[in-house]
């Protein structure tokens, strides 16, 4: 069976999805739908500030939220406010969040099995109720942050990242159009929004790497083919498989 390629959309990390789909037989195309750029250094910052004086959490759900935190906070080091304050726990949506903490040279950090929002606010709840410092992109949802409040959280976010279209538009758009793909993988609602902002009306198939991603391709009426359990790019390269086939 012949499969035209699967289009990665994604502003950064698209090569270990395209490495996984290769090992399957499936073959892709990365083109950026959407830009990231800073976000507020005065954000930034604040959190910085808190993570030096308070017993909490830091909780990050991308690797982009400490990427961006990071180089905003220069020319203080974010390593060395979140190595010397000993109160402080983190937790992290999944490995890839919790790598760019590793990074830094942070040792523990807790991980749901489930890679979600949802799965996250489950594994905190069973903690005592603390103060949580989340750098978070400007198009974040409140799943977490909401849900944490709810269960007596005090929490801080500061938007130290954009996600925004690409000022040009992408080549891919065209190939979409004239039916050059066999489907499209979305791993965020930023990138939902991304691909409904130059293709409102297509049709083509999707598949979403989890709920919040799929539910905001819903919204616009877009065409959810699957929707991963979990968002690893060899499950989610499996689900293309099976999907595709079928």
């Given at each position: 069976?012949?499969?035209?390629?699967?289009?990665?959309?994604?502003?950064?990390?698209?090569?270990?999805?395209?490495?996984?789909?290769?090992?399957?037989?499936?073959?892709?195309?990365?083109?950026?739908?959407?830009?990231?750029?800073?976000?507020?250094?005065?954000?930034?910052?604040?959190?910085?500030?808190?993570?030096?004086?308070?017993?909490?959490?830091?909780?990050?759900?991308?690797?982009?939220?400490?990427?961006?935190?990071?180089?905003?906070?220069?020319?203080?080091?974010?390593?060395?406010?979140?190595?010397?304050?000993?109160?402080?726990?983190?937790?992290?949506?999944?490995?890839?969040?919790?790598?760019?903490?590793?990074?830094?040279?942070?040792?523990?950090v807790l991980t749901p099995l489930k890679q979600s929002s949802e799965g996250l606010l489950d594994l905190l709840g069973?903690?005592?109720?603390?103060?949580?410092?989340?750098?978070?992109?400007?198009?974040?949802?409140?799943?977490?942050?909401?849900?944490?409040?709810?269960?007596?959280?005090?929490?801080?976010?500061?938007?130290?990242?954009?996600?925004?279209?690409?000022?040009?538009?992408?080549?891919?758009?065209?190939?979409?159009?004239?039916?050059?793909?066999?489907?499209?993988?979305?791993?965020?609602?930023?990138?939902?929004?991304?691909?409904?902002?130059?293709?409102?009306?297509?049709?083509?198939?999707?598949?979403?790497?989890?709920?919040?991603?799929?539910?905001?391709?819903?919204?616009?009426?877009?065409?959810?083919?699957?929707?991963?359990?979990?968002?690893?790019?060899?499950?989610?390269?499996?689900?293309?498989?099976?999907?595709?086939?079928?």
């Amino acid at each position: 069976m012949t499969i035209r390629p699967v289009l990665l959309i994604r502003g950064s990390g698209n090569e270990r999805d395209a490495q996984s789909f290769a090992a399957r037989g499936i073959p892709t195309v990365s083109e950026s739908f959407t830009r990231i750029t800073p976000g507020e250094k005065e954000a930034a910052l604040q959190l910085l500030e808190l993570a030096t004086q308070v017993n909490s959490w830091v909780i990050v759900t991308s690797r982009n939220g400490v990427d961006y935190w990071n180089r905003l906070v220069a020319p203080r080091s974010l390593a060395e406010v979140l190595l010397n304050n000993s109160r402080l726990k983190f937790a992290a949506i999944g490995p890839g969040s919790a790598a760019a903490l590793k990074l830094l040279g942070i040792s523990e950090v807790l991980t749901p099995l489930k890679q979600s929002s949802e799965g996250l606010l489950d594994l905190l709840g069973s903690y005592p109720a603390s103060t949580a410092i989340m750098p978070v992109g400007n198009l974040a949802k409140n799943i977490l942050s909401e849900g944490l409040r709810g269960k007596g959280w005090t929490i801080h976010t500061g938007v130290v990242y954009v996600n925004s279209p690409v000022l040009v538009l992408p080549e891919a758009v065209r190939g979409v159009e004239r039916g050059d793909f066999s489907a499209v993988l979305l791993r965020s609602p930023s990138a939902v929004r991304a691909f409904a902002h130059f293709l409102p009306y297509s049709k083509i198939p999707l598949i979403c790497g989890d709920n919040s991603t799929s539910d905001a391709a819903r919204e616009l009426r877009l065409n959810v083919l699957a929707v991963a359990d979990d968002p690893s790019p060899e499950t989610i390269a499996n689900l293309v498989v099976r999907t595709l086939e079928e």
